[in-house]
């Protein structure tokens, strides 16, 4: 995934200018640009994290009844007609799945695209290692 964006979490002039500038006007400003360019790329991850969790969190909590009263919290849902409330609770488990099989594929994918960033790093790393150890023409390699 290529970012194009002028602020993103990488060394860039802007990133740097920021921070440098962030510094030199309160260094707490200038401590937050350079924890965003460092972790950055995680802040992404962690916000979908929380978003499912505090999704799934509410969603129990409505279906538990609560925020509606509390007079009859498992009968609030129910529309008097048993057939339509019989449909409408298997259309709802039916979509949960369907939601739960999504954010396993969503995760899968996740995995496999950092499992790709990470073998293309391994990739870039082992080609300056091996640019590294070549002899230039002036001598033997030195290594140390």
């Known amino acids: 995934?290529?970012?194009?964006?002028l602020i993103r979490p990488a060394w860039t002039p802007a990133t740097i200018a920021l921070m440098v500038g962030g510094f030199m006007l309160y260094w707490p400003l200038g401590l937050a640009v350079l924890a965003y360019i460092i972790w950055g790329d995680r802040l992404e991850a962690f916000r979908t994290d929380v978003n499912r969790s505090t999704d799934?969190?509410?969603c129990g909590m409505r279906r538990a009844g609560w925020g509606r009263g509390r007079a009859a919290p498992f009968?609030?849902?129910r529309t008097g007609n048993v057939a339509f409330d019989d449909w409408r609770e298997a259309e709802l488990r039916r979509l949960d799945e369907e939601r739960r099989r999504l954010d396993e594929s969503r995760a899968e994918f996740e995995a496999y695209a950092r499992e790709l960033r990470r073998a293309k790093d391994q990739e870039e790393f082992d080609r300056f290692m091996a640019n590294r150890r070549k002899p230039d023409n002036n001598g033997p390699i030195v290594e140390g």
């Open 1 to 5: 995934m290529t970012s194009h964006a």
């Open 56 to 58: 799934r969190f509410f």
């Open 75 to 77: 009968t609030m849902d």
